[in-house]
């Protein structure tokens, strides 16, 4: 199952988004609430906390927040983010359903990025740790949460001349907050997405916005850089820094930018283990909306 959340990309007073549940095996959705605030959108991070979907909303530039969604009574709750901005969320391994981490910003300048544990109960944060001030390209996808090695990475962008030219990796340690790095990637392309997967080895995306390609590269961070290898053309990840989940080393991701409702959208799966991509629905076929 994939939770979606699908809108009209009309705003107004008295609009409305869905939160969908789709079922991968056979296209097929319901919709798990028709509540959510039509002003606000959901394209930042999200996670299924047992039966509690988390995830970042905005109404940028002017506000932005949490909500959490029942999945099975469909209950919409907005929560207070302490004015954290969440990019990645992930389910807290050592908590319960109503908690998660997460690594988010505050607009200071240059802003400062934080990874700060959520009591959705309580709707309080606790800080783990902060990262050094960095440059940042705008993408939600540069964090990967590596659960197995307590570790948080980061790939945050290289800016010159006000655009992302290469990357950087800091990794925050998850027990102590402490953070090491930055480690450069090599060669000069920005670094867009990244996903854990090994102890020193992870998956991730480059982007060439000159001839608008993104790749998707297997990176090896045990070195003084981070080396870049076997990078192959990968279409379905043209998601302009959106974070999408990552299932059974299985990662789904939508195609963006949608230009209107019902525009065609392609659902890929990429298998982590072999980098092998697949279209599996064209979702303007079985949904009335694109999804964000």
């Not at 969908?20 to 095996?25: A, G, H, K, N, V």
């Not at 209950?75 to 908690?99: A, E, R, S």
């Not at 930018?257 to 303007?284: C, F, R, W």
């Amino acid at each position: 199952m994939l939770y979606m959340v699908n809108n009209s990309q009309e705003v107004g007073p008295g609009r409305s988004s869905k939160l969908l549940e789709y079922d991968t095996s056979t296209s097929k959705y319901r919709v798990v609430t028709d509540k959510l605030r039509g002003l606000d959108d959901s394209v930042s991070g999200s996670c299924l906390c047992g039966d509690n979907f988390y995830a970042t909303i905005t109404d940028a530039p002017i506000s932005f927040g949490l909500v959490k969604v029942n999945i099975r009574t469909g209950k919409v709750d907005y929560l207070d983010c302490k004015n954290f901005l969440f990019h990645q969320i992930q389910c807290d391994p050592n908590g319960d359903n109503n908690t998660f981490i997460g690594a988010a910003s505050q607009f200071t300048s240059p802003p400062t990025f934080s990874v700060q544990r959520y009591d959705a109960t309580s709707q309080t944060t606790k800080a783990i740790g902060q990262f050094p001030h960095v440059e940042w390209a705008g993408w939600d996808s540069i964090f990967s949460f590596d659960f197995d090695n307590n570790a948080l990475l980061a790939a945050f962008a290289t800016i010159e001349s006000g655009l992302p030219k290469g990357a950087k990796l800091y990794e925050m340690d998850l027990k102590t907050g402490s953070v090491s790095g930055p480690k450069a990637f090599d060669g000069n392309k920005p670094v867009q997405a990244i996903f854990a997967s090994g102890k020193d080895q992870f998956i991730g995306s480059t982007v060439d916005a000159d001839n608008n390609v993104v790749q998707l590269c297997q990176f090896d961070k045990s070195g003084s850089s981070v080396a870049v290898t076997n990078c192959n053309d990968a279409p379905g990840l043209h998601t302009f820094g959106l974070p999408y989940p990552v299932c059974n080393n299985k990662l789904y991701t939508l195609t963006q930018p949608v230009p209107h409702p019902g525009a065609p959208q392609g659902l890929y799966v990429t298998d982590l283990s072999d980098l092998s991509m697949n279209k599996i629905a064209e979702v303007e076929n079985v949904i009335p909306y694109a999804v964000s």
